[in-house]
């Protein structure tokens, strides 16, 4: 026992058949062989003779006679390997160690491979080790953000909570004075309307007479009725109130009512008198901006320089200016006219061209009572719109950090550096781009939004999988999807994409946030 168990840690098949699994080397010894599946016994010379006894193969692990069995190559200086029984003796090489092929066909070359193999791992190590560094920065940075997120939302919870309260306090103030101010403008807008409906009613009754007036010029010989002759002059008279164009369709049509000629002329005069109030309107409206604005005559002018000065005046260029006496300069003041008058007409005409005609509307004038409610109200309502400003402004802000923290940033917060960060990657075909806990990209087009960490299948968290759901939809398809694979690495970046399936993207993605602690030598198990 002592012999085999030093063999299989050496590595060696001095004492087990050809071909044996060294994990196996307990069927093989004694006199008596039992097939590893407990079916047969049978003396152990029938081991490796080149005929399959047992149902699993385990009788002849060196020879080709069982199709399910299996042949171990030692590969001393590599790393051991189990070929299917079927390719034992078939003149191609399997094993580095060529032990497969009898007669010494292959050649050694494991120690090779070995070296090979022990500098790439070598290499993996060292960038594992970088990455596990580089890590430990971002545990540190994650934890700190974290820390300061918790304390913030504190922070910010409370003065939500502060602006809540003053927001509901102000909200039953304005609803408290919002009723007797509504109540007195309603008062006082139907006070009005009543007005203005005897206005307008006193208005119409002022054109109908005005209007059966002008009837009286038209009806020039006073039979009370209207002929088409007398409507028809009336029309050409140059202070008709009347287009000559309707007045002659209305002959050409003979259809003279004198009910429709006064309701014509009624239209007309009201029209007049509003055009009136509007043109009123704006005159005093320009007076009233004139008023602010100062007057040429109010600006006290620059003195003009003294000749008798000794002051030298000097250009642009380096040169004095010579002085000239006014009286050099003929100019008739009295020739500029009224300035500040040709200034205001001329500024008059730019209003004009500027600016519309508004039409005349009616503005209600409160009663003292009734304005002081409202003032109370407006008062009121502009203390609660700035409450509500500021209390939307602290909740949008306590909304955004808790977001930010219910992302799982890993065990230790590592990947939390990665946020707000975007990678690339582009291909003969297209440009990736990933932006962890944010979204996937294909040349611009959304094939996923950031959705969960993938857990394992023990329902545990390894981050090592995250998932992208709910990108935009294929043609005919379903929505696009990213799986992205997170792998050691001593620097973020894609080092690869695909589309294994239709609409489903893959990343393998390395990034120092996955890394972790890389065993020393010793402690590593060496298979070479």
């Known amino acids: 026992m002592l012999v085999l168990l030093l063999a299989l840690l050496l590595g060696t098949v001095c004492c087990i058949p050809r071909g044996a699994d060294p994990k196996k080397a307990n069927l093989y010894t004694g006199s008596q062989f039992h097939c590893g599946d407990g079916s047969q016994s049978f003396p152990m010379e029938y081991v490796n003779d080149d005929y399959c006894d047992c149902n699993d193969g385990s009788d002849e692990p060196g020879t080709a006679a069982c199709s399910n069995g299996s ?37 050694n070359n494991c120690k090779e491979l070995g070296t090979h193999t022990a500098e790439a791992a070598k290499k993996i190590r060292r960038e594992q080790a970088i990455g596990f560094q580089t890590r430990l920065a971002y545990v540190t940075d994650g934890k700190t953000a974290k820390a300061r997120r918790d304390q913030d939302i504190s922070v ?26 509504k109540e007195a403008k309603e008062t006082a807008k139907a006070a009005l309307e009543k007005v203005e409906a005897e206005k307008r009613e006193a208005g119409k009754e002022k054109n109908r007479a005005a209007a059966e007036l002008e009837l009286g010029r038209i009806d020039k010989d006073n039979n009370g009725e209207i002929s088409a002759d007398e409507l028809l002059d009336y029309g050409k008279s140059e202070d008709s109130l009347l287009p000559y164009e309707e007045v002659a369709e209305m002959v ?12 014509m002329i009624q239209t007309q005069i009201q029209n007049k008198r509003e055009e009136q109030e509007r043109f009123d309107a ?38 004095i200016i010579e002085k000239a006496p006014l009286d050099e300069f003929d100019v008739d003041l009295d020739d500029l006219g009224d300035s500040e008058d040709d200034y205001e007409e001329m500024e008059d005409e730019e209003e004009d061209e500027s600016q519309d005609p508004a039409p005349i509307r009616n503005t209600v004038e409160y009663d003292p009572e009734t304005q002081k409610l409202i003032e109370v109200f407006n008062e009121a309502e502009s203390l609660y719109n700035e409450a509500k400003s500021r209390h939307d402004g602290a ?7 808790q977001k ?22 582009r291909d003969d075909q297209y440009k990736y781009k990933l932006c962890p806990f944010d979204r996937s990209d294909q040349d611009g087009t959304n094939i996923g939004k950031w959705d969960s960490w993938e857990k394992g299948a023990d329902g545990v968290n390894k981050y090592n999988v995250m998932m992208y759901t709910k990108g935009n939809s294929c043609w005919q398809g379903p929505q696009r999807s990213t799986r992205v694979d997170a792998m050691c690495g001593p620097e973020n970046q894609i080092m690869s994409a695909s589309e294994p399936a239709k609409c489903e993207y893959a990343y393998v993605f390395a990034t120092p946030a996955a890394c972790t602690k890389v065993q020393d030598e010793d402690e590593i198990h060496d298979e070479l």
């Open 71 to 107: 042949f171990y190559c030692v590969n001393k200086h590599f790393k051991g390997q189990l070929i299917s029984s079927s390719r034992v003796d078939d003149g191609i090489c399997d094993c580095c160690d060529g032990s497969d092929e009898m007669g010494g066909q292959c050649s």
């Open 156 to 181: 910010f919870a409370t003065e939500e909570e502060t602006l809540r309260a003053e927001l509901e306090e102000r909200q039953a103030y304005k609803e408290q004075v919002e009723g007797p101010a």
């Open 252 to 263: 050409e049509g003979g259809e003279i009512e004198t009910a429709t000629i006064v309701d």
């Open 282 to 319: 704006e005159e005093k409206k320009k007076e009233e901006k004139r008023a602010k604005k100062p007057r040429l005559r109010d600006i006290v002018p620059t003195p003009a320089p003294d000749e008798n000065s000794d002051e030298e005046l000097w250009g642009e260029d380096g040169k």
């Open 395 to 401: 909740k949008r802000q306590l909304e955004d950090v």
């Open 404 to 425: 930010l923290s219910n992302l799982d940033f890993g065990s230790d917060e590592e990947f939390f550096v990665l946020k707000g960060q975007c990678f690339e990657l």
